[in-house]
């Protein structure tokens, strides 16, 4: 009975293993600038299939086919600006985690920077507000009000 836990382990650790070997892509590059390229790459583009994750530690199949073309655009001499228009275009604006700036993109970037202005605003707009009212002189009448509701307080 022992002996066949012991067969049923090996057998499980050596199919353990072959499936986490077959995960694993390992790319040659013979310099590493050019690894480092392929990296930068990779992680900058997401997947299509997946949720918000970069295609360099995507399993979906079409990311292993994007990291594949990256890998061979590279090793051709392409730049990594035409890496990126060529998989644009084949893929679409979405997989960029940072869109371009061009006429349809400038409210997904100007928005954040107008919000931030227009608080800073509201915040200024806020202090000066409150400052105005602090300073404020009482009139003539308020004075008086408040003259009787001390005396009031004070004789009771």
């Known amino acids: 009975m022992a002996l066949m836990r012991w067969v ?3 057998v499980l650790l050596t199919l353990a293993g072959s499936v986490v070997a077959a995960g694993i892509e390992l790319r040659e590059f013979d ?3 050019m690894e480092q ?3 930068d790459l990779t992680s900058s583009m997401r997947c299509p299939l997946c949720e918000n994750q970069a295609i360099d530690d995507s399993d979906a199949p079409i990311s292993g ?3 594949e073309r990256v890998y061979q655009l590279l ?3 392409q730049s990594d600006i035409e890496i990126i228009n060529h998989m644009v275009q084949r893929f679409g604006e979405y997989i960029l985690y940072n869109p371009r700036l061009e006429n349809r993109t400038y409210l997904l ?7 931030v202005v227009l608080g800073m605003l509201v915040v200024v707009l806020m202090v000066r507000a409150r400052r105005n009212a602090s300073a404020k002189a009482l009139s003539a009448e308020e004075r008086a009000r408040l003259d009787a509701l001390i005396n009031r307080e004070r004789s009771s």
């Open 31 to 33: 310099d590493p600038v």
């Open 8 to 10: 049923f382990a090996a």
């Open 65 to 67: 086919d994007m990291r």
């Open 109 to 115: 970037w100007g928005l954040p920077i107008g919000l």
């Open 37 to 39: 390229r392929y990296r």
């Open 75 to 77: 090793q051709d001499g």
